[in-house]
């Protein structure tokens, strides 16, 4: 691995990283209007990079591969919302907008389950990244180097604003600013943690790798539909999430399209 793939694992784990740093910033309420923006606009960000990163590159490799062409997609995708329910009901974590923890039963402090809540978001973005690079790296499935790129970058850009999100409701939740800050590190270090563990996977193992792909979609639209825009929706000024899942798709596709 050169350092321009390395850049690329890193580069949406420093996207939470500064956003995180936020919480030293700005007050200890974030608008409630921008938050609905910022949640609506990551939820673009991934519905975009699960269709144009991962399931089609998924489907044109399943088609060069032959065999049944949407069977790798489909599967694949279905097993990553399935994985990321699982872990839903068993790791013990509580969203910043609930006072109800869910997952296992647990004696854990408010202020790490709210990590380990961002922690499930990061992971499937992580796995994104590491079989896209994947994919650039064997040379010959149809994803560039650029592409990979292009989707660290929209990841990064969605994560800038969710690590404020992180950082601040653990601030209003009691945590000094510069835990708070940690915590939001420590949630990202999952994505690149995740990026390498699917990244090696991917290159044992050639043929999963349109599996793979869709994995990681179904992954990230989990969180998507489970967590995003739910939150983005709820209460009043819901048009507003609904104005950022706009600019975010657009985004996304805008940067997958020319780059990739």
Known sequence: MDMREALVILIPFLGTALGSAAVFFMKRQMNPRLEKLLLGFASGVMIAASVWSLLIPAIEMAKEQGGNVWLPAA???LLGMGF???????VPHIHADSDKPEGVRTRLPK???????VTLHNLPEGMAVGVTLAGAMLHNTGI?????????????????????????PLRNAGVSRPKAFLYGVLSGVVEPLGALATLL?????VPVLPYLLAFAAGAMIYVVVE???PESQSGEHSNIGTVGVAVGFVLMMILDI???
């Open 227 to 229: 967590e995003l825009i």
């Open 144 to 168: 560039t180097l650029a592409g990979a790129l292009a989707l660290a970058a929209g990841i990064a850009i969605q994560n800038f604003p969710e690590g404020a999100i992180i950082s601040m």
């Open 75 to 77: 599967a694949g995708f």
């Open 84 to 90: 990321l329910l699982l872990l839903d009901s068993l």
């Open 111 to 117: 202020s790490t389950m709210l990590m380990l809540a």
């Open 201 to 205: 996977l991917a290159e044992v193992v």
């Open 258 to 260: 020319a780059l990739g």
